[in-house]
């Protein structure tokens, strides 16, 4: 049974960081597309990052990259986003999510697995 467990969200003022963590069970993240994607009240869900099995290559979308970190534990099979310089427009729900096929999609429907969600919240 495949399980994607979510921590590290929260409220954060302007200008702050936060780490989300997402972590494996029943699947090794060393073997899968690990992606991230936020989803705002009302609005569908959008990229944010992903990391390849092989060779740790990151995609970002254009709003956050040079902002956030994608990165890979392999020993701990956990996933992270690092967020720094945060704006409100941040604040979402954000989902880790795993591909067992893709190669870096952006694409939420390529996506096999979903973690339960943890809320951003950023304060002006």
């Known amino acids: 049974q495949v399980q994607l467990v979510q921590s590290g969200g929260g409220l954060v003022q302007a200008g702050g960081s936060l780490r989300l963590s997402c972590a494996a069970s029943?699947?090794?993240?060393?073997?899968?597309?690990m992606g991230w994607f936020r989803q705002s009240r009302g609005k569908e869900r959008e990229f944010v990052a992903s990391i390849l099995w092989r060779g740790f290559k990151t995609y970002y979308a254009d709003s956050v990259k040079d902002r956030f970190t994608i990165s890979r534990n392999n020993a701990e099979n956990t996933v992270y986003l690092q967020m720094n310089s945060l704006k409100p427009e941040d604040t979402a729900a954000y989902y880790c999510?795993?591909?067992?096929?893709?190669?870096?999609?952006?694409?939420?429907?390529?996506?096999?697995?979903w973690g339960q969600g943890t809320q951003v919240t950023v304060s002006s």
């Open positions: 999510a795993a591909d067992d096929l893709g190669l870096g999609s952006s694409r939420s429907t390529d996506y096999d697995y």
């Open positions: 029943g699947l090794k993240v060393s073997k899968y597309v």
